[in-house]
């Protein structure tokens, strides 16, 4: 991968976010280089999920900067919608249309937001559900498929509007055992890809293998960053030596 060595694509500057007293992101600095796959990890309530989704302003920040690709995020409005068109999101819950098939699903995005053309958008959405392994549901509606393949189809569906970036908020935590890995199958496939990705995951396996980063966060604060070898060998803080330990001993 030629990836442009300082050309962040994401960058947060002192990122501060308040719930009434609860102060869950606490002076966050990250960047995020074009190609880069940043797993961030830490116990629950630390502000992962926060912080995920504030990169797309579903959760709008209190103080501090975000820009993307160069640009401020926009408040609201036009502007906010291409953002969001350029910054794909995969949640916990797969927030898929019920009463829309699995191909419908993935092109309402295109069609409804880009105005494409429908006949294009569905040869790209069922090149698509090939690549995540679903092309054969594409006619089924949601309450059809497993927990796995609703989540590959969140997924396909976040690719069809052609996004800069990913960001996936646990896209796992909500399967049985059994579906997590081809969900992560995916994913791992892209990260070898290219793709920008932002993962907040439990998934220790994921953020060893796929990860060029790991972003350890507690109490609002991220705590450490390393790449995952080092990480997971060396930790340097107690925090993490803490969390690392109460983890990878089960």
């Known amino acids: 991968m030629d990836r442009v060595a300082d050309e962040a694509l994401i960058v947060l500057e002192k990122v501060n976010k308040w719930f009434g007293p609860l102060h869950v992101l606490q002076d966050v600095n990250l960047s995020v280089a074009r190609g880069e796959v940043v797993v961030v990890i830490g116990p629950s309530g630390s ?22 690709d160069g640009q401020p995020l926009p408040a609201e409005g036009r502007a906010l919608a291409r953002l969001r068109s350029e910054v794909g999101m995969v949640f916990q819950s797969f927030n898929l249309f019920a009463h829309k098939t699995i191909l419908q699903n993935v092109m309402l995005g295109p069609v409804k937001v880009r105005k494409e053309k429908p006949a294009a958008v569905r040869d790209r959405a069922m090149g698509l559900l090939e690549r995540v392994g679903i092309a054969s549901q594409a006619d ?3 309450a059809q498929l497993s927990g796995g393949q609703q989540q590959r189809v969140a ?57 060029n980063r790991v ?21 340097k803080t107690e925090r993490a030596r803490d969390f690392l330990s109460k983890i990878l001993t089960h």
């Open 47 to 68: 502000g992962k999920s926060t912080l995920c989704r504030a990169i797309n302003r579903l959760e709008p920040i209190d103080s501090g900067t975000i820009t993307f």
């Open 155 to 211: 997924i396909a569906r976040a690719l069809a509007m052609q996004p800069k970036a990913l960001l996936f908020d646990e896209p796992t935590s909500a399967l049985d055992p059994e579906m997590v890995g081809e969900v992560l199958d995916v994913m791992t496939s892209l990260a070898a890809e290219g793709m920008t990705m932002v993962v907040v995951t439990h998934e220790m396996g994921f953020a060893r293998h796929a990860a």
């Open 140 to 142: 089924k509606y949601p």
């Open 215 to 235: 972003v350890f966060m507690a109490d609002g604060q991220l705590v450490e960053e390393a790449a995952p070898a080092e990480f997971f060998a060396n930790p």
